[in-house]
């Protein structure tokens, strides 16, 4: 009984003196192409990073998958939807994350956050981070970069393949089977490319407007993207920013207030530019590449915290 009191005393007094923790939302990582929730050298060393500058934090960095290499593979192979609804699964039913979070994509994690967050409005998702996100997609085959695996060159390949040689019918098939195949934009085929993307065009509201999707995405405390300076693994890099290429070419970037994405508001982003929940913010350097001091400074201590 003593000690109950006691307990119950030290708790109080925790709470009167203790560090004012009630604003500091739990985080959830979501790793890119390539990669997985636990690498030491990568997601790893960024969840070790958050919880060092926000002491007492709770960071979820998700795995797809029942193993370390089953979520790199699913990463490059695992139907979109599924691995939404497994990150969703994953989400709702962690006690800590009930009452909300911030989210960290970094390359397709950044594009299927938002397309989480377009989906299920619960939890909430207070700010979103999109770390080299390609939210239009991507046109071109990626560098393998730091992850010169050879199932990238495999990827590389067969996206190859499928997106220059092959007919519409193999286009929408190998989708099924090929992450990367769902999020390619072709800027000289617009028309084919909406039609036949189960889930890039879903997700951006391009061939029916979901108003789910709207409402949710704008529930959104900050949308922050950000573009790597010197990106030459996503193609073309402003895809990061939202922007897409001018109708009918591939050469010239417009941007996002340009796009009939935005100007027709399918996807209800000039709402939010108006309300100032988009935030544009660009580093030096290629692809997921920047130092720990920019992350801190720009990242953690601004939305984090
Ligand atoms: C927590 O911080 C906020 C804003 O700084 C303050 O208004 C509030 O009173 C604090 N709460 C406690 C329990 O210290
Ligand atoms: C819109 O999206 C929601 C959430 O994913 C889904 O449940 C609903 O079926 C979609 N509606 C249409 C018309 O596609
Ligand atoms: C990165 O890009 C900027 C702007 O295009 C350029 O000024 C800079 O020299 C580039 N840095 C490197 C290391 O290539």
Same mark, same amino acid.
């Given at each position: 009984?003593?000690?109950?009191?006691?307990?119950?005393?030290?708790?109080?007094?925790?709470?009167?003196?203790?560090?004012?923790?009630?604003?500091?939302?739990?985080?959830?990582?979501?790793?890119?192409?390539?990669?997985?929730?636990?690498?030491?050298?990568?997601?790893?060393?960024?969840?070790?990073?958050?919880?060092?500058?926000?002491?007492?934090?709770?960071?979820?960095?998700?795995?797809?998958?029942?193993?370390?290499?089953?979520?790199?593979?699913?990463?490059?192979?695992?139907?979109?939807?599924?691995?939404?609804?497994?990150?969703? /699964?994953?989400?709702?039913?962690?006690?800590?994350?009930?009452?909300?979070?911030?989210?960290?994509?970094?390359?397709?994690?950044?594009?299927?956050?938002?397309?989480?967050?377009?989906?299920?409005?619960?939890?909430?998702?207070?700010?979103?981070?999109?770390?080299?996100?390609?939210?239009?997609?991507?046109?071109?085959?990626?560098?393998?970069?730091?992850?010169?695996?050879?199932?990238?060159?495999?990827?590389?390949?067969?996206?190859?393949?499928?997106?220059?040689?092959?007919?519409?019918?193999?286009?929408?098939?190998?989708?099924?089977?090929?992450?990367?195949?769902?999020?390619?934009?072709?800027?000289?085929?617009?028309?084919?490319?909406?039609?036949?993307?189960?889930?890039?065009?879903?997700?951006?509201?391009?061939?029916?407007?979901?108003?789910?999707?709207?409402?949710?995405?704008?529930?959104?405390?900050?949308?922050?993207?950000?573009?790597?300076?010197?990106?030459?693994?996503?193609?073309?890099?402003?895809?990061?920013?939202?922007?897409?290429?001018?109708?009918?070419?591939?050469?010239?970037?417009?941007?996002?207030?340009?796009?009939?994405?935005?100007?027709?508001?399918?996807?209800?982003?000039?709402?939010?530019?108006?309300?100032?929940?988009?935030?544009?913010?660009?580093?030096?350097?290629?692809?997921?590449?920047?130092?720990? /001091?920019?992350?801190?400074?720009?990242?953690?201590?601004?939305?984090?915290?």
């Amino acid at each position: 009984m003593k000690i109950i009191t006691f307990l119950c005393v030290l708790s109080l007094i925790g709470f009167v003196f203790g560090e004012n923790k009630t604003d500091i939302k739990p985080v959830v990582i979501w790793h890119g192409m390539g990669d997985s929730c636990c690498f030491p050298f990568s997601m790893g060393r960024i969840k070790k990073l958050i919880e060092r500058e926000v002491p007492g934090i709770y960071v979820l960095s998700l795995q797809i998958g029942d193993s370390i290499p089953s979520d790199v593979e699913n990463g490059y192979f695992m139907l979109v939807k599924k691995q939404l609804e497994i990150a969703h /699964d994953l989400i709702v039913n962690d006690p800590k994350l009930k009452n909300g979070f911030n989210s960290l994509g970094f390359s397709q994690g950044g594009l299927f956050l938002r397309a989480l967050a377009q989906k299920y409005s619960s939890p909430a998702m207070y700010n979103l981070i999109s770390m080299g996100g390609p939210q239009q997609g991507v046109y071109g085959i990626p560098n393998c970069g730091s992850v010169a695996h050879e199932t990238c060159n495999y990827i590389r390949k067969l996206l190859n393949y499928a997106a220059y040689k092959s007919s519409f019918i193999f286009r929408r098939w190998v989708q099924n089977y090929l992450v990367q195949a769902t999020y390619w934009h072709d800027p000289l085929n617009e028309k084919e490319y909406r039609k036949g993307s189960i889930f890039l065009a879903d997700i951006n509201n391009e061939n029916v407007v979901n108003q789910t999707y709207i409402n949710n995405l704008q529930k959104l405390n900050k949308f922050v993207m950000v573009r790597f300076e010197n990106d030459t693994t996503v193609q073309p890099r402003d895809t990061e920013w939202f922007y897409w290429y001018k109708p009918g070419q591939a050469v010239e970037v417009q941007k996002l207030q340009d796009t009939y994405l935005y100007e027709e508001d399918r996807l209800g982003l000039k709402y939010m530019d108006e309300q100032k929940k988009l935030v544009f913010l660009e580093t030096p350097g290629d692809h997921l590449q920047f130092t720990d /001091d920019w992350f801190v400074e720009n990242i953690i201590n601004k939305y984090f915290k």
